[in-house]
């Protein structure tokens, strides 16, 4: 009997069960069980460690101003599950989400018996965005690698028009490795036998194995067009200006100065697609799509007296863009931030780098099994950096308490994990 939606949310969260298990054997299994729909399709492929999201955001609206059919998978999702794939930028529906959620724990049930293993809840998704692509008559499907690369269940792919290499820098250790070269070998586990490849400004070490594998793969390496004319009366909360050679001025509508690299990779790589074959990108769609483009809670301002900020920095790159992006422009001001973490990530780190612009942090536990409890964040704030800190039992609390706190001029920055962000911004919402 096909599943109803909460049916099936309920049944992919009990598939976190089987754990986060890099490989691509059990997805190769469950893409043979449902007709390797992935084997129909085109694709761009993006990794890296920051601005993934972001290059997808503004490469998926330029290619859909293109008069293209475009696909997206990426997570986490902000709020509702099933934004996680969508075609458009609209998501799927509850109704075909639950439909193909049956479809695949049918596959999964018969892998069981077949004993091969029960696939994992992202194994399941990537399938499920692979036969929604293929019912949507995608003419091209970017996928956000999960994590890593090399044994990210995205790279079950074959090929594809275009692998993206956003920023590289340290995060996952655990399991990606310790140094910027062990990590950067997993993300480029994506570049195929001679296949187009995109990257950006990287560390030394990180671009030495780009081009090494690269050169292994017979793969052509392109490096982004840098953005020129960026001046400091181009860049606010409301938007930002820049130009590209051959192109002229552009405009994006996304806040913070690190995204206007993020457009430049995804206009570089338009311009690729386009000389692949994809005549419809010209300049006014590349224009077009980047104005359109919405990416929220990467340093969005969701209000403005007092000014709050929501971002989903979470790694030492994130936080390090989100401090450069605070401090050019709120320098002489103190802020409060709200602080929600996963226990795993170097939040040391994160304090250390806003412990100067505190005024308070205001802590909460983010809705996650891997969250660091509030109450253990705020005791290491005080212990170690002296910041005055307050425990909120909910995310609904810690938006009423900042609000309280902070005057008209003041400026509030929740930060720490994506797993909140999306969340607490609607409480903020609910409260203006």
């Not at 109803?4 to 986060?20: D, F, Q, R, V």
């Not at 989100?322 to 170097?346: N, P, Q, R, T, W």
């Not at 983010?366 to 039992?393: C, H, M, Q």
Request: proline share 2%.
């Amino acid at each position: 009997m096909p599943m109803n939606y909460e049916e099936a949310i309920a049944y992919l969260k009990e598939t976190n069960s089987y754990g986060m298990v890099l490989g691509l054997e059990r997805i190769t299994n469950l893409l043979h069980y449902v007709g390797n729909p992935h084997k129909k399709l085109k694709f761009v492929h993006v990794a890296g460690t920051n601005g993934k999201g972001s290059t997808v955001a503004f490469l998926s609206s330029i290619l859909k101003a293109s008069s293209l059919r475009v696909g997206v998978y990426s997570s986490p999702a902000l709020l509702d599950y099933n934004e996680i794939i969508k075609v458009n930028n609209e998501s799927i529906s509850k109704a075909d989400l639950a439909q193909l959620t049956s479809v695949l724990k049918a596959a999964c049930d018969q892998m069981v018996k077949d004993g091969l293993g029960h696939p994992t809840e992202f194994e399941i998704t990537t399938a499920m965005s692979f036969l929604y692509f293929l019912s949507q008559d995608c003419d091209i499907c970017i996928l956000e690698v999960g994590l890593g690369g090399l044994l990210d269940s995205t790279n079950v792919i074959e090929s594809c028009e275009l692998a993206i290499l956003t920023s590289i820098s340290f995060d996952h250790v655990r399991v990606l490795g310790n140094t910027l070269t062990e990590i950067a070998l997993h993300k480029c586990g994506i570049i195929k036998e001679g296949i187009d490849v995109l990257t950006c400004d990287q560390e030394d070490e990180v671009m030495d194995v780009i081009e090494e594998s690269a050169r292994n793969k017979k793969a052509r390496l392109h490096n982004s067009e840098l953005p020129v004319g960026m001046k400091a009366d181009c860049i606010s909360l409301d938007g930002q200006t820049f130009t590209m050679n051959g192109i002229g001025t552009l405009k994006i509508n996304l806040a913070g100065d690190y995204q206007i690299y993020n457009a430049a990779l995804a206009v570089t790589a338009a311009h690729i697609l386009k000389n692949k074959g994809y005549k419809s990108i010209t300049a006014e769609t590349v224009r077009q799509g980047l104005i359109e483009c919405r990416w929220p809670c990467r340093f969005e301002c969701i209000n403005k007296e007092p000014i709050v900020i929501v971002d989903g920095g979470h790694n030492a790159k994130g936080i390090d863009v989100l401090v450069s992006s605070l401090y050019k422009h709120f320098k002489d001001k103190k802020l409060i931030f709200i602080m929600g973490v996963m226990a795993d990530k170097d939040y040391q780190y994160m304090i250390n780098k806003v412990s100067k612009l505190a005024k308070e942090i205001i802590c909460v536990t983010a809705p996650n099994k891997r969250a660091l409890s509030a109450s253990d964040l705020s005791k290491f704030i005080s212990e170690n950096y002296g910041i005055k800190t307050e425990v909120a039992e909910s995310l609904k609390e810690a938006a009423s308490l900042s609000l309280k706190k902070a005057e008209k001029n003041d400026v509030i920055v929740a930060f720490g994990s994506l797993y909140y962000v999306g969340l607490i911004k609607e409480e903020f919402l609910g409260i203006f």
